[in-house]
Structure formats: structure tokens, C-alpha cells
């Protein structure tokens, strides 16, 4: 069987392999403060052109989020974002657990806007009780959305001005952020990205990488004391070195972009060979997560060889998610678009 359901279903991309074998007699210092770990950090800071960030690696997305949100957020504060937001549907309530509500607000194609944090605010400020009820003090966006739809810049902007008028953080999750930087509809550049947010993360895991998240903090008082909440946490690896390795090569003559746009591409063939055959996509991604909606008939042939992932129903149909990544074989992808002819 040939597996679509996901991005994180490979190992890792063979230059991180192999870097991980020449290094590996190497004795270094622990805790993510190494020689490789540091290298990493100079290369993503030219990437973004930022020499101020501040940049840590966590090993995956849900416990970044969770680190984040938690060392930003005070005691009383509550984190705004999409109903489909990732912290919201598919952490198991990791925030919530850390004692922080997640303000979940009604979504577009995976995406909230400034108008709507605009209203939750006032509403906020409005109310004479308000010292009775969670203070929205951060705004959590992904890129791309769960459903793979990207933020414009003209969008990130105007989230970017509600929550300074607002004082509230900017936070953007990066699982999958080389995938929505190569998309052909994006027009946000990873610089963009680190001057309109106060907070976000390169993805790894999904991205190339075995496993690890980078963090990118732009916003002054949110580096104060944030490796202390990494120990607290427990997500202060001795072995941190592994992590800084593989991102010192995803940073190394463009890998990082390189891998993710040929994975989106390979998506787009797939996405056209559906529309060729007349099958309509639900919501409008143009990154590496595409998904088309199916008979039961069409679905039965498909299963034959390929495993993906139901999404949900509509019309009397199923909306499934064919995923590509930075490992899809071009084999797999023939295949697939022969047999999508042939539905």
C-alpha cells in the first residue's frame, strides 16, 4: 500500500542522515547549546534576516505550541484562534491542560481575521464584568491552515495591526511552513513572516527533518526566561544537538525550500488529475495537502492501493486528504495520476 494520509510518514532527507553519521563521535555540549545547534541558528537568522531572533528547537509541533503559549500567557489569558486551529481539534486539550482557554472563533477556509479579533476584544473590553472572564491575550494562525489554505500578506497584516492595537501576541504555527512558502498562490516570504508575527516556528518533522520544530521569537518580552519554561516543561533535550544537526542542513543551500516546493508541485499534478476527471476539491489549498470529495465507488478503487484520510462528508460524498511530502517517490505519483484516469 502506498501512503498519502500524512507528511511526517518518511524517516528523513538523506543529508541529514548522513550528517548525522559524520557527526556522531562528536563529543558536543548538551542541551541544544552545541557548536551544530548554533550554526543552525546563524544560518535560519539570514534565512529570515533577522540577526535578533531569538530561536530555540523543540522536538514537535504540539509540544512547541503548548511552550509558547504557555510561557507567554499569564495565569488569566486565553489564546484566540480558529475552531479548526490545531491546538483547538487535535491536541488532546495540551493548552487547555496548561490552564489557558482556547477562544475558538468560527473560520473561513481554515482562516480567522482581523475583524473578527477586532469584535472579540471589544466585546471583552465592553463588558463591565470583564475581570470575571479570560483575558484574549494572543492571536494563534497557522501556515498553512489545517485544511492548507495560506494567510496573505494583506491578511497577515491586518491580524498584525488588531493585535497591536490590542496588545495581544502574534503566533503563528509553522508545522508545515515550507509547504505554504512554496505554494504558487503565496506571496508571503519567511522575512514577511518574522517581521508580522511575534512568534512562530519553522516545521521540521513535517519538513525533512526525523524530528524538531524551530522557534523564532521576534517579540522582546516574549524571549525573557523562555528556555526556563523549555526545562519546566520537559522539553529540554540533553541530546539537543540532534535537533540543531538536521536544521544546520534543512538551512544549507536552500534544502528546506527546495524539498517542500517540489512536494507541493507534486501535489498540484495529482490536484489537476482529479479536476481533469471532472472531481471536486473541497476548500481551496495549493500546498501539499489537497482534498478532493468522492463517491463511495471512487474511493473503493483507490483503497485498493492507497492509503488516505478521510476528512468528512458532504452531499452525499466523502472528503478525503491526499498529502504529498518532501519524500514522495515520482513513482507513486505516476501511479496515482493513472489511476485517477482510469476512475
Known amino acids: 500500500m502506498i501512503m498519502f494520509q500524512s507528511d511526517y510518514l518518511e524517516g528523513a532527507h538523506p543529508s541529514i542522515l548522513k550528517r548525522l553519521v559524520e557527526t556522531n563521535d562528536v563529543q558536543r555540549v548538551g542541551y541544544g547549546l552545541d557548536e551544530y545547534s548554533e550554526s543552525a541558528k546563524k544560518k535560519i537568522r539570514m534565512a529570515i534576516r533577522d540577526e535578533s531572533a531569538d530561536i530555540h528547537f523543540i522536538s514537535g509541533g504540539t509540544l512547541t505550541n503548548l511552550l509558547v503559549i ?61 475581570e470575571h472572564t479570560v483575558q484574549p491575550k494572543m492571536v494563534y494562525i497557522s501556515f498553512p491552515t489545517e485544511t492548507g489554505t495560506l ?66 521569537i521576534t517579540n522582546e518580552e516574549l524571549k525573557k526566561d523562555f528556555r526556563y519554561n523549555i526545562k519546566n516543561r520537559g522539553a529540554m533535550i540533553a541530546k539537543g544537538s540532534l535537533i ?35 472531481i471536486r ?41 491526499f498529502c504529498t511530502s518532501w519524500d514522495t517517490k515520482e513513482e507513486n505519483v505516476e501511479m496515482l495520476l493513472n489511476d485517477i484516469s482510469s476512475l
Open 151 to 216: 494567510y496573505s500578506k494583506k491578511e497577515l497584516e491586518d491580524l498584525r495591526s488588531v493585535t497591536k492595537k490590542y496588545g495581544l501576541y502574534l503566533f503563528m504555527d509553522g508545522a508545515r511552513l515550507g509547504y505554504g512558502l512554496g505554494a504558487e498562490n503565496n506571496d508571503l516570504t519567511i522575512s514577511d513572516i518574522t517581521k508580522l508575527t511575534d512568534v512562530y516556528y519553522i516545521g521540521g518533522t513535517k519538513c525533512g527533518a526525523l524530528l524538531g520544530e524551530a522557534v523564532v
Open 70 to 130: 504557555s510561557s507567554a500567557l499569564r495565569q488569566y489569558q486565553g489564546v484566540i484562534a480558529p475552531k479548526t486551529g490545531h491546538i483547538n481539534v487535535h491536541e488532546t486539550g495540551a493548552v487547555e491542560g496548561t490552564g489557558h482557554k482556547v477562544i475558538a472563533l468560527e473560520e473561513e477556509d481554515g482562516k480567522i481575521n482581523a475583524q473578527q479579533v477586532e469584535e472579540v476584544m471589544e466585546k471583552h473590553l465592553a463588558d463591565p464584568s470583564m
Open 281 to 321: 476539491m473541497f476548500g481551496s489549498s495549493k500546498t501539499n495537502q489537497i482534498f478532493p470529495i468522492l463517491s463511495d465507488e471512487e474511493i473503493a478503487k483507490l483503497e485498493k492501493k492507497y492509503i488516505f484520510e478521510e476528512w468528512g462528508k458532504l452531499e452525499g460524498k466523502t472528503i478525503v486528504r
Open 244 to 278: 540543531g544537526i538536521q536544521f544546520d542542513v534543512l538551512f544549507s543551500d536552500d534544502l528546506y525550500f527546495k524539498i517542500t516546493k517540489d512536494a507541493v508541485h507534486k501535489a498540484s499534478r495529482i490536484q489537476k488529475a482529479f479536476e481533469d476527471k471532472g
